[in-house]
């Protein structure tokens, strides 16, 4: 095994940018992976892919021109990495469960704007690389936890509607539960749909989970109240969007839950007795 090498910061910041970390990491006798890793944790940027290849060039992509702490002293190689590898060996679904924490959290106290690979990464002491074989692209961890919302919120729909014996109960029910579920989930989800390319892929996502139930309650419309399916279509979705920005508000704290119950429910149960309402 390879003697451990004692070096300051900025030095290992200069020979990064110097050589490709898979030729630096094989002279420090270490994997390119975890030469990475200890970048990443340390805040020290390496050149970004494909730099090596001069596909950078002409781009204005240079070296960092300070770093912090540049006399701090860094360790790389020897047995004193074997215990650390050892404790943070995982499994993918370990990491993956992980990562989809840390970006919920960083969502919700920094902003979405926040979330990107190498600040989760570096939250969680893992390696840039580490995060990209979990997921490919900042959007696919995004897209995930915002599934992981979704589904969150048609399975507590479904319960919800589950104790509703006539449409009318089901109906409301429905209704109640989506503003009480925005109200305890927080604004994650309406900040994940900010994204223009996540909201089209949940969009789509959503749009199979649901539509089997408003077929459904579309067709009962249209046999309740004898109209057409296309006027049912249009009523069932006026009203849905009245709930769905009421939850928007809710979610933000723009307006209390009890306030947009008291505004939202009337409407819901007028809507419904009629032959109307949300799925």
């Known amino acids: 095994m390879a003697a451990p ?22 002279e420090f006798g270490v994997s390119p992976n975890g030469l990475a890793k200890i970048c990443d944790r340390l805040d020290i940027e390496r050149p970004p892919k494909g730099y090596w290849q001069g596909r950078h060039r002409g781009e204005g992509v240079e070296k960092p021109a300070s770093i912090s702490d540049p006399d ?6 020897g047995g004193g990495g074997r215990d650390r590898r050892q404790r943070s060996r995982m499994s993918a679904q370990e990491r993956r469960r992980l990562m989809l924490d840390c970006a919920r959290k960083m969502t919700l106290d920094e902003g979405l704007h926040h979330v990107t ?24 961890l995004l897209v995930e936890l915002a599934f992981e919302e979704v589904q969150a919120f048609e399975t507590s729909r479904l319960n919800a509607v589950e104790r509703g014996g006539s449409r009318l109960a089901k109906v409301v029910l429905s209704s109640m539960n989506y503003l009480r579920e925005v109200s305890r989930r927080g604004p994650l ?18 749009k199979n989970m649901r539509a089997h ?21 249009a ?39 009629e032959g109307y309402g949300s799925s």
Do not use: Y
Request: hydrophobic letters at 50%.
């Open 117 to 140: 690979l190498k600040a989760v990464a570096k939250k969680l002491a893992m390696s840039e690389a580490q995060a990209h074989n979990i997921f490919p692209t900042r959007e696919d």
């Open 72 to 77: 701090g002293i860094v360790t790389i190689g």
């Open 235 to 273: 009523a069932v979705s006026i009203v849905t969007a009245i709930v769905v920005r009421a939850g928007g508000l809710v979610s933000s704290g723009v307006l209390p839950i009890e306030e947009a119950e008291r505004l939202c429910i009337p409407i819901t149960i007028q809507s419904a007795m």
């Open 5 to 26: 090498t004692k070096l300051k910061r900025l030095e290992l910041l200069d020979l990064v940018w110097s050589k490709p970390v898979s030729v630096l990491a094989e």
């Open 213 to 233: 139930a408003s077929k459904r309650h579309v067709e009962a419309v249209v046999s309740d109240k004898q109209i057409d399916q296309e006027d049912a279509f």
């Open 189 to 206: 989800l309406p900040q994940l749909l900010r994204d223009f390319n996540v909201r089209v892929r949940v969009d789509e996502l959503r």
